[in-house]
């Protein structure tokens, strides 16, 4: 019984690895074809990505939005956190569920509004419009990490912080703050990531002069199998890869649990 | 209360008006309010696209459980080193964009994707499987996608199972599968019960691998919303069928926090 579980569990993770072990040497490959294994080592691809305004241009604008909506989702989302964990009041599972409700009905669902409300407003396809959609898929994120955080830290040390005669200021940046830190970095990467790989909501907004680099690799690869594409994949998981080893860093040393979805 | 009013405002504007605007014009079709959802009920080409997602979803589902569950159990019962190794396996590609990941399955499974040149040059086949714009591509990219939502939180009820149940069922005379059966199971089954709901919930809404492993057949009700709002223009119709699409999320969340909890969705 064991080994049949322990068979189909082995199966399952290298069914869930083989696509990045085979995106990751693609993008290296010699041949102007897709093959695998890839015929030669050549960094064509890359060359061609970076050679590229458009993919050049997508990337840098990816990244500014990026920023962009981490720090608004983090402005937004620390506050809404404290206030949840900190504060007794009835409905709090509902406020809870509200505020996650973005990451839980299906994308689609807020794309097309979203598009309806940008299009009578005038929005559709600037850098703005793509800044509020992407922070309200980020933001819940942010909301969960911290919360997480806030259920775990021991309100003690404040009080200790306070009867020694630290104002509620000073506590909060001295004692709360670096408590938590750990769990705001988390936060603030997934934020990132989420806005960075944000594409269902980006189709309907974005427009010609602000295409994102998940919209850039969407339009390329309804067109041909262009392996610019696993190029620009593999930099994609790096990012991935980056925000993995940091998160368990976190989670290991101080336990900062990460949100599924 | 102050702390909060940013974030309500932010998705009272940003999401809740957008989505009750979205309603109104669901309900604002020439023919009566009515209209866009009896022309969805009338024409069975919605019928066959609902009928497709939900048996879509389900399927994805069940697979996700079938695999998830012994990767769960397996992650749960190794340590240290071997068990953060696994554990990257999972989470590696679960903050790998799904852009990519379905990318890369269309790689693999095209017409000259790795599956069909290994076939053909070993001489196993003559001609090129069709491998995707199917079914069999949907349910591939798909449940690859989704394993992840359900293995780690059955992960992380499993590492939460205490290990004493288990030898006290043994040192009474149990088997091991009667162990498994009577003990772990229903001590896991919070945990598969509330993987399952999400990759459900999000498998109904799917709208990317749909798009490029399916074919003309396998058009998921997300994929005909896009068609009508971006493509035909036709915003009250799609807003009907966002609104369905909405109805059906909101009852299994709805159930999902009434068995489950809402707060289950970290790891």
Redesign the interface.
């Known amino acids: 019984m064991k080994t049949v579980l322990y068979g189909i569990a082995i199966l399952t993770l290298v069914f869930l690895v083989l696509p990045i072990l085979i995106v990751v040497p693609l993008a290296f490959s010699a041949s102007p074809y897709l093959e695998f294994p890839p015929a030669g080592f050549s960094l064509q691809w890359y060359a061609r990505y970076f050679a590229s305004p458009k993919w050049t241009g997508a990337t840098v604008l990816s990244i500014q939005i990026a920023l962009a909506a981490t720090a608004l989702a983090l402005a937004l989302g620390i506050p809404a956190a404290f206030g949840l964990v900190r504060r007794q009041f009835r409905g709090k599972s509902a406020l809870l569920a509200f505020f996650m409700a973005p990451i839980i009905v299906p994308y689609i669902i807020t794309a097309i509004a979203m598009y309806f409300m940008f299009a009578r407003l005038g929005l559709l396809g600037t850098p703005l419009s793509l800044l509020l959609a992407h922070t309200l898929l980020a933001f819940p994120k942010v909301v969960v990490i911290v919360a997480a955080a806030l259920k775990g830290f021991d309100r003690t040390l404040e009080r200790a912080s306070m009867s020694l005669g630290a104002r509620p200021g000073i506590t909060f940046l001295r004692v709360t703050y670096p408590g938590i830190r750990p769990a705001v970095t988390t936060a603030g990467l997934f934020a990132f990531l989420t806005s960075f790989d944000e594409l269902i909501l980006t189709m309907f907004i974005a427009g010609p002069t602000t295409v994102t680099l998940p919209k850039q690799m969407w339009d390329t690869v309804r067109l041909e199998i262009d392996p610019t594409i696993a190029a620009a994949s593999s930099l994609l998981i790096a990012v991935a890869v980056f925000i993995l080893v940091v998160t368990e860093l976190l989670r290991r040393r101080v336990g900062v649990k990460v949100p599924i979805g | 209360?102050?702390?909060?009013v940013?974030?309500?405002v932010?998705?009272t504007v940003?999401?809740v008006?957008?989505?009750l605007?979205?309603a109104a014009?669901s309900f604002g079709a020439p023919d009566g309010p009515l209209g866009y959802y009896e022309s969805i009920l009338r024409n069975p080409v919605y019928a066959t696209v609902l009928g497709l997602t939900f048996k879509t979803a389900l399927v994805v589902t069940g697979l996700c459980v079938?695999?998830?569950v012994?990767?769960a159990?397996?992650?749960a019962s190794v340590r240290g080193t071997t068990r953060?190794i696994?554990l990257?396996?999972?989470?590696?590609?679960f903050?790998?964009?799904?852009?990519?990941?379905t990318?890369?399955?269309?790689?693999?499974l095209?017409r000259?994707?790795?599956v069909n040149?290994?076939l053909l040059t070993t001489g196993l086949i003559e001609a090129p499987l069709p491998l995707m714009h199917n079914a069999f591509g949907v349910y591939v990219g798909m449940t690859?996608v989704l394993?992840?939502?359900l293995v780690?939180?059955v992960y992380s009820v499993m590492t939460g199972i205490d290990g004493r149940l288990l030898r006290a069922a043994a040192s009474l005379g149990a088997t091991?599968?009667r162990v498994?059966a009577t003990v772990y199971v229903p001590l896991a089954l919070p945990g598969i019960a509330s993987g399952a709901l999400?990759v459900f919930?999000?498998a109904?809404?799917f709208?990317?691998t749909p798009a490029?492993l399916g074919g003309p057949r396998q058009v998921m009700i997300?994929n005909l919303?896009?068609v009508q709002?971006?493509e035909l223009l036709n915003?009250g119709f799609?807003?009907a069928l966002?609104f369905l699409?909405?109805g059906a999320?909101v009852v299994v969340?709805v159930l999902f926090?009434r068995v489950l909890?809402?707060?289950r969705?970290?790891?």
């Open positions: 209360m102050l702390p909060l940013p974030a309500l932010f998705v940003f999401f008006y957008p989505l605007r979205m014009l079938l695999l998830g012994p990767t159990y397996l992650l953060t696994l990257v396996a999972v989470v590696l590609p903050l790998t964009s799904i852009l990519i990941r990318y890369a399955w269309m790689a693999i095209g000259h994707g790795v040149q290994a690859h394993l992840p939502f780690l939180p091991p599968r498994l999400l919930l999000i109904i809404g709208y990317i490029l997300a919303i896009e709002v971006l915003w799609g807003s966002a699409l909405l999320t969340m926090d909890g809402l707060e969705l970290t790891v």
